[in-house]
DNA sequence: ATGCCTGTGGCGCACAGA
C-alpha cells in the first residue's frame, strides 16, 4: 500500500498538481492538508475523474484536511473532528479505514508564536492526539500530515535561523515523542536516520534553492504496520515549479510511504 | 539549478503560514 501526504496549501489552486501527482505516483491513499475550501467547493468532480473517491473535513479559507483513496478501494467508517480538540471548529483531523489500515490526516496548529495562546493551544493539541493515537496503537494505522514539529535539529536547516523558535522547543518536541511512544514510528526517520528530508521551505527569498527547509510532514506507522514499511521519499520535484506546467508549488513536498 | 511568497475573501489589503 502506497500512501502519500501532501500540505496543497489550498486544494483549488493545487487541484490540476494535485491530479498529475495521482497519476504520477499512483498511490492508494493520499491524505491532503490545509484544502483551504468551502465544503461545497470541494473538488470531488476532478478527483473522481482521475480516478479516486474523497472524504473531506473543509474549513473554508483556514486549514480544512481530506483523504483519498482509489476508486476500488474504499473509505470505510470516516470520522471527522479530533476528540477535545481545543478548537473543535477547526478543521484538522479526519480519519477512514482503507484496505484495514486505519488512516489519519492531521495538521497540527502552527502555533504562531512561542507563549501565545495559539501556542499554547498547539500543546494541548499534541496532548489531546497523544490519546487517539494510544487508541489506534494496537492496530495497523498510518497517522500522516503537516505535524508542524522538527523533532529533532537534523530536521531543521538552522535552528539558528528559525522564526521565534516555534517547532523546534522541548514543549512541542516532547509532547510529538510521547505520541511515538504510544507505539508509532516516524517512517521516513526509521530508514533515513541521517538525511533531513525536508519538507517544507518557505516561499521567500528562494530557500528551496538555498536547502533552507524542515521535515515537519510526517508519517507514523503504528508497531503493529511498521514491519510492512518499506519505503519513505519526499516528493521533492513536486515542490519545483516546473515539474507540472501551468502550475504552482505547494510551499510542501509531498512525503511518500509504501507498505509492503 | 530547484530562483527571491502565496493563498483566501473579496476587490484593497488584512491575515495566516512555519
Not at 490540476?16 to 470531488?44: G, S
Not at 538555498?210 to 510492512?228: C, E, T
Request: aromatic fraction near 8%; charged fraction near 25%.
Amino acid at each position: 500500500m502506497r500512501i502519500v501526504s501532501y500540505n496543497v496549501n489550498s486544494v483549488t489552486t493545487r487541484a490540476t498538481r494535485l491530479v498529475a501527482l495521482l497519476e504520477d505516483l499512483r498511490p492508494d491513499v493520499v491524505c491532503i492538508q490545509e484544502t483551504k475550501v468551502a465544503p461545497a467547493a470541494f473538488p470531488h468532480l476532478e478527483i473522481q475523474a482521475a480516478g479516486y473517491v474523497a472524504a473531506d473535513l473543509s474549513g473554508g479559507r483556514w486549514a480544512g484536511v481530506a483523504i483519498l483513496a482509489r476508486s476500488d478501494l474504499r473509505l470505510e467508517d470516516v470520522t471527522v473532528g479530533l476528540p477535545g480538540q481545543p478548537d473543535p471548529e477547526e478543521a484538522r483531523w479526519i480519519e477512514a479505514t482503507v484496505d484495514g489500515v486505519r488512516v489519519v490526516s492531521v495538521y497540527v496548529p502552527n502555533g504562531r508564536e512561542v507563549g501565545t495562546d495559539t501556542f499554547a493551544s498547539k500543546l494541548v493539541f499534541f496532548d489531546v492526539m497523544r490519546a487517539r493515537a494510544a487508541a489506534l496503537a494496537d492496530r495497523p494505522a498510518v497517522i500522516t500530515g503537516d505535524m508542524n514539529v522538527c523533532p529533532t535539529d537534523l530536521d531543521v536547516w538552522s535552528v539558528a535561523d528559525i522564526h521565534g523558535a516555534t517547532h523546534v522547543t522541548p514543549d512541542e518536541r516532547s509532547r510529538f515523542q510521547a505520541i511515538l511512544a504510544e507505539g508509532y514510528v516516524d517512517a521516513f526517520r526509521h530508514l533515513y536516520p541521517l538525511e533531513p528530508g525536508f519538507t517544507w521551505w518557505d516561499y521567500r527569498a528562494g530557500n528551496f534553492h538555498k536547502g533552507f527547509g524542515l521535515r515537519i510532514d510526517l508519517a507514523l506507522v503504528s508497531l503493529p504496520l511498521a514491519p510492512r514499511l518499506s519505503g519513505a521519499r519526499v516528493e521533492r520535484a513536486y515542490r519545483k515549479p516546473t515539474t507540472v506546467p501551468g502550475t504552482k508549488s505547494s510551499d510542501h513536498a509531498p512525503l511518500t510511504i509504501d507498505l509492503g
